[in-house]
């Protein structure tokens, strides 16, 4: 006759605290493991979020090109069109100069420092640049010179403290501008700190300066992915269009993209390792299992020669290995929940606990101890009842 579930749960808890030290051990090798592989888990995690926080300061992931050359020569508005018509996996191309750096502009007998960079029509799109108030740049805008401006919250904040810019003046340089919108406040780069910024239309840049060059050409990539493939690919065309220029092609998030690869890195080495922990810790459930069945053959003969099924006897153990498993992966859990919240608060790390890698860890503890603990379930299971008694 089949024990009922719950006969079968006492039973097996019953001859797990029949051997403590056994039991203790095998779910010693469980919570090593697990807590090898919890603690990957949770360092991926907490990595990852960093990076995507980093990522939130800054521009939107794009390729910067830029030539220099002994005349003087610069890239023109019409490599845009070469490139856009030869490249592949590119989102949205356009053009930026910088116009000036730190420039000192005027709202009614204010003053705030500002970066002025000239821009092209598709600057929002390649930036990923959010707009809070106003409009960006008009096609008009481009074709009639306007003296418009756009600014982001930064200066908008240092010139106008709360107040609403859209349609105001500004001077700089003794010139008008009339501010049409304001962009939220991005890094450019790495090393980049927020001081204010002014964009102006690239027509209007040409227009004062009497140049046709564009300082930049910017690319917008369609996956982040492919960066290091275009990056290769723009440096190839251009240097092909301008055999005598110095080419010069970065991106704007290179040290992201090495933290992220360094991370890829030492996220796979600890990964092996916590699984190489997790199956010394199911190879040690083998083995005691193993060895309890030895010990335990006359209980196992007793038990089928008063009814119970090789269901039962494979169930139990099977059974023990589980719980000994479960065990030792919320203990590892716990343990390795408790001590990254102490880490993230002492370094102000982002952290929030993930029951989806918990469920990850737990589950292949499970596995594992299920897994070790079968072949040596199926064995007890197979004895013969005559032979088992007699081994008394």
Partial sequence: MSLSPFNLIRISCDSLRGNRLRSALTTLGVFMGVTAVSATMQVRTISTSVISTEM?????PQILAYMYSSNDRQLQREDVDYLKN?????QKIGTKAWVSLEATVIFDQKEAVANIHAVSEEHLEISGR?????????SADFINYRSVVVIDRFLAENLFEGKNPIGEKI???????IIVGMIDTKMRSQNHEPSGEMLIPMSLYSALT???TVGFILMRPERVAEMERLKEQVETLLKQRYPD????VRANIEDILEQKKTLDMVSR???????IALLVGGVGIANITIAAVMERTPEIGLRRAIGATEGDIMCQFILEAAILSLIGGVLAIATVHGLTVVVADRFELPYEFERKTAGLALGSALLV???????????ASKLDPVQALRSR
Avoid: D, H, N
Avoid at 56 to 60: H, M
Avoid at 86 to 90: D, K, W
Avoid at 269 to 275: E, Q
């Fill in 210 to 212: 009497g140049r046709s």
């Fill in 245 to 248: 220029g110095e080419i010069w």
């Fill in 56 to 60: 939130e300061k800054r521009e939107a």
């Fill in 369 to 379: 101890g299920v897994g070790a603990g079968f072949l040596p379930a199926m064995q």
């Fill in 86 to 90: 030869r490249l592949t996996g590119v």
């Fill in 130 to 138: 959010s707009l809070l108030q106003g409009r960006f740049f008009s």
């Fill in 269 to 275: 080495a600890l990964l092996a390792v916590g699984a």
């Fill in 171 to 177: 001077y700089w340089e003794g010139r008008l501008y």
